[in-house]
C-alpha cells in the first residue's frame, strides 16, 4: 500500500475516533474507508465539481456548523445515506473532502496532503491557461495570415488591413510572452517537488 493510501487510511481512522457522537460522520468515514484512494483533501470545497464532503470534527471548541455536508456537482445534500445513493453513479470518481478541525494530530496530518492537493490544483489550471493560451496564438495566427493573404489580393486595402496586421502582432506578442511567463512557472513548481 502507497504511504498516500496509509495517510489517508490513518486520518480518516482517526477522524473517526474524534467522531464518536456524530453518525453522519461514522456513516460517511465508513463510505470513505472502503475505498481511500478516491479521497483528495482539500481546503474549500465550495466549487468543487463532482463529490465533496465537508466534515466539521471540533472536541474543544463548539462550532455552529453540521458534523457533515455533502455535496454533488457544488449541489448540498444534506444527509450521507442520500450522498450515497446519489453519488453511486460516480462509483469511480474521486472524493474531495474539507475537514475542520481543532485535533492537533489531526491538523498536522492533514496540512502536507492539503498543500499537495492545492499544488496539484494551482498546476491544473497554469496548465489549462496555457492549453487556452495556445489556441489563442493559434487563432492571431490564422487572422495574421488570412489578413497577410487579403493585403497580397487587394492591394487598395493595403493601409486599412496594415492596422489589421500590427493588432494581430501585437496580439500574438502579448500571448508569447504570457506563455512563456506560465512555462517559467511550471518548471519551477516541477522543479520544486
Not at 162 to 183: C, D, N, P, T, V
Amino acid at each position: 500500500m502507497s504511504e498516500f493510501l496509509t495517510d489517508v487510511r490513518r486520518i480518516l481512522t482517526h477522524l473517526a475516533r474524534i467522531s464518536m457522537s456524530a453518525p453522519a460522520v461514522q456513516i460517511a468515514v465508513g463510505y470513505l474507508l472502503a475505498n481511500p484512494n478516491r479521497v483528495r483533501f482539500v481546503s474549500q470545497v465550495g466549487d468543487v465539481s463532482g463529490l465533496a464532503m465537508a466534515i466539521s470534527a471540533h472536541r474543544r471548541i463548539e462550532i455552529p456548523m453540521a458534523p457533515w455536508q455533502g455535496f454533488i456537482n457544488g449541489v448540498p445534500v444534506p444527509d450521507p445515506l442520500l450522498w450515497i445513493d446519489a453519488a453511486s453513479s460516480k462509483a469511480n470518481d474521486g472524493i474531495s473532502i474539507r475537514i475542520s478541525t481543532d485535533d492537533l494530530e489531526l491538523v498536522q496530518r492533514l496540512t502536507p496532503l492539503v498543500s499537495k492537493d492545492e499544488e496539484r490544483h494551482r498546476r491544473a489550471e497554469l496548465t489549462d491557461r496555457v492549453q487556452n493560451l495556445r489556441q489563442d496564438l493559434d487563432r492571431a495566427l490564422d487572422l495574421y495570415n488570412e489578413v497577410r493573404h487579403v493585403m497580397e489580393v487587394d492591394q487598395e486595402r493595403q493601409i486599412e488591413l496594415s492596422k489589421f496586421l500590427g493588432i494581430a502582432e501585437h496580439e500574438m506578442q502579448g500571448i508569447g510572452q504570457e506563455l512563456k511567463s506560465l512555462r517559467n512557472r511550471l518548471e519551477s513548481a516541477e522543479e520544486s517537488e
